[in-house]
């Protein structure tokens, strides 16, 4: 986590790099094997109980390797605004968050670009941030609620 000062009066800003969950891997993960599971009880033919497991298996590799390689920071400053970086836009890019859901071990997160309205979801884990950076995005996103 790293702190300076972008906008005067507003404080320091807070720049967020979450680090691979195991939560959200495991949570993945259990839910595919729960449906390949679930898979076997309809009454299908051999073939396609195969099919579907292979699918979903490929699925699942696919899903974890996108999380594998989701690179992207969030910067926050109470009073200023939020900016995220990912890979859609080169550098910092101002967004607004449209929806928030904020548990104690998982904070998701449904944000709308301001250069293009495109809408992006983050799903932050508690073991994806240290607990400092944590705190900062619930209490970020409790100032944002009336």
């Known amino acids: 986590m790293n702190s300076k000062t972008l906008l005067p009066g507003c404080g320091r800003r807070t720049v967020i790099k979450p680090v691979r969950s195991r939560i959200l891997i495991s949570l993945i993960t259990t839910i595919y094997l729960s449906a390949i599971l679930l898979l076997y009880f309809v009454d299908l033919d051999g073939w396609l109980h195969f099919a579907g497991a292979v699918f979903l298996l490929i699925m699942l590799r696919k899903h974890l390797a996108v999380e594998k390689n989701n690179t992207h920071s969030l ?3 109470q009073g200023g605004p939020l ?26 997160l449904r944000l709308k670009s301001l250069i293009d309205s495109k809408k992006t979801s983050v799903v932050y884990a508690s073991d994806s941030l240290n607990s400092l950076s944590y705190r900062h995005l619930v209490i970020y996103i409790n100032h944002l609620q009336p």
């Open 83 to 108: 900016l995220l970086k990912d890979s859609s836009y080169p550098g910092w890019h101002d967004v607004v968050i449209t929806e928030s859901f904020v548990t104690s071990w998982v904070i998701i």
């Open 75 to 77: 910067s926050l400053q």
